[in-house]
């Protein structure tokens, strides 16, 4: 009898033992966090090195993240400076915006420099926020990334292109991901969402 419960308690422990993250090969094949559900929380540096919590950040604002690859990427590029074009409007009805990428913190400030962004950019250079909210993959751009991160994504991964809206409790309330890196939400329905919302809350 004795062996048979120990046998039981085994299963129970491994059945809600955490389970190894796997990162998919395809972008197709991620696992992304989905609406209602908590943002993980963790401190981020932007191009100077100044650390921001993302959970006092939340609390103090509604965000916007836009998880993009890189400034090397030319539709993240343009991408970047479409939400620029919104940002005010966003900040207007009382969202802020902030984009997150495996770029090292001096590529963030060529990014911000050459497109002239406003809204802060913030380094995830050893992609562990992205890991944490399912966005990641293993790219097949191999040490490029590596070099464009600062030695820091050593696993040469990247976010699949992401926009997530933050409440100030730190939940999702809307998210746009899609596996075709050339397929990005348009802004004006962007600017229309955080509207939407608003009127929800």
């Known amino acids: ?41 963790t401190s981020l540096s932007d191009f100077s090195g100044k650390t921001t919590n993302l959970g006092e950040m939340f609390s103090n604002h509604k965000t ?8 090397w990427c030319p539709f993240c590029i343009k991408h970047l400076a479409e939400i620029q074009k919104i940002e005010k409007e966003l900040v207007q009805i009382g969202w802020k915006v902030i984009g997150i990428s495996p770029d090292s913190p001096e590529n963030l400030k060529t990014t911000m420099e050459k497109q002239s962004i406003s809204f802060p950019l913030y380094t995830d250079a050893d992609m562990q926020l992205s890991k944490n909210m399912g966005i990641a993959f293993k790219s097949k751009y191999g040490k490029m990334l590596v070099e464009k991160s600062g030695g820091k994504n050593v696993e040469q991964l990247l976010p699949v292109p992401a926009v997530f809206a933050i409440n100030q409790a730190g939940v999702i309330v809307f998210e746009h991901i899609n596996p075709d890196f050339k397929d990005r939400i348009n ?15």
């Open 1 to 41: 009898m004795k062996k048979v419960l120990l046998g039981v308690s085994l299963l129970m422990l491994l059945a809600f033992a955490p389970q190894s993250y796997s990162i998919p090969e395809n972008p197709e094949d991620i696992s992304p966090l989905l609406v209602g559900e908590k943002m993980p929380t």
């Open 64 to 71: 916007i993240l836009i998880f993009y690859r890189g400034g």
């Open 187 to 201: 802004p004006s329905l962007l600017l229309n969402i955080a509207k939407a919302l608003n009127e929800k809350q």
